[in-house]
């Protein structure tokens, strides 16, 4: 089946610092990805929509300045945490949507960020 | 409003017996996708199953079923012959016109001998 890829599976970091977590679409093309956080024992949030070549579209309440999405290519979309913070410390997950495809949507093993 | 309810925040079963893990969906839209995925402790999302609002017969994968009651807006998944590694979080999911996903909460189930 389709793979996704994310990267680093976990990152520590200091407050003030950025951090970036990638998105791949390993054997596949991928128009569209999502981005999601997870906070402890609760659901997943989602909190953009990326599109390849275009803006990215976020949920309410999201900063965008706060989380930079770049989606350059049809396999890579990139999530910046930036000026990190303890509260910025979670479990981040991304999808992909195979273009053309029926909409079935492929994760990644998620990424998980801890800021000291 | 597009919402998924979980109301069953814990759930356990004996190995070997079914389970079943309520679902409720709120949508105005005809036409919509029901998923249901598993997380395990690693944090992964595994997909389990989909129900397609048109669909006319509830979806079945191995061990899993989908109770598709389109006037009630359930998407019930049972689970037959619960297994140990069956133990995990499970999140229902309705996608609309798009690719996006909304989450229920969520319901843990605790698989024990």
């Known amino acids: 089946g389709a793979v996704v890829s994310q990267h680093p599976s976990w990152v520590i970091c200091k407050s003030g610092t950025s951090v970036k977590i990638e998105c791949r679409s390993l054997?596949?093309?991928?128009?569209?990805m999502f981005w999601y956080r997870q906070f402890p024992k609760q659901s997943l949030m989602l909190m953009a929509t990326s599109n390849e070549g275009s803006k990215a579209t976020y949920e309410q309440g999201v900063e965008k300045d706060k989380f930079l999405i770049n989606h350059a290519s049809l396999t890579l979309s990139t999530l910046t945490v930036t000026s990190a913070h303890p509260e910025d410390s979670s479990f981040y997950i991304c999808s992909a949507a195979q273009t053309g495809s029926d909409g079935e949507l492929f994760f990644g093993e998620g990424s998980r960020l801890t800021v000291l | 409003a597009q919402k998924i309810t979980q109301t069953q925040p814990g759930m356990f079963v004996q190995e070997k017996e079914a389970v079943t893990l309520d679902c409720t969906y709120d949508?105005?839209?005809?036409?919509?996708?029901l998923f249901w995925y598993k997380q395990p402790s690693s944090g992964e999302m595994i997909f389990l199953i989909y129900?397609?609002?048109?669909?006319?017969q509830n979806a079945t994968e191995g061990r899993y079923s989908l109770n598709f009651q389109k006037a009630r807006k359930s998407a019930n998944l049972v689970i037959s012959a619960s297994q140990l590694g069956d133990s995990a979080m499970y999140f229902c999911?309705?996608?609309?016109?798009?690719?996006?996903?909304?989450f229920g909460t969520g319901t843990r189930l605790q698989v024990f001998p």
């Open positions: 999911a309705m996608s609309l016109n798009t690719d996006k996903l909304i």
């Open positions: 949508t105005s839209d005809p036409s919509y996708g």
């Open positions: 129900q397609g609002s048109y669909d006319q």
């Open positions: 054997d596949f093309q991928a128009t569209t």
